[in-house]
């Protein structure tokens, strides 16, 4: 795999997202090549504190799911003044938005992404 500069890793895995991801509230999921879904199982270990723990084989494809850790993983990738696909973009401002109502911890500075 080519080696992606430090300060683009974010932008890329965002991307990954925008075109091979599924989100939704219950989990988020990321089809890949084995290669890739391993760099994003690392990244996330290194950046989040996520540990994404098996490739799991999925019609023909690999893929990873992420379901306890989500938010913490959208905040991280989807934030304000990102480039990403809009449609992606609102439904992971409305999902969290969503949790932090249900969780209580709106406030007039929380729902920035």
Known sequence: MTKIPFEYRKDYIR???DGDGH???????????????EY????LKETCDIHVNKILEHCNTKRIYIGFN????????YYDGCISLDRKYKTVK????????K?????????NI
């Open 70 to 77: 989500r938010y913490k993983v959208l905040k991280h990738l």
């Open 15 to 17: 991307g990954l997202f």
């Open 23 to 37: 989100i939704e509230e219950k989990r988020i999921d990321l089809v890949g090549s084995q290669e890739v879904l």
């Open 103 to 111: 969780s209580g911890k709106i406030g007039s500075d929380s729902l």
């Open 40 to 43: 994003v199982q690392r990244y």
């Open 94 to 101: 409305l999902l969290l938005q969503v949790a932090m109502l």
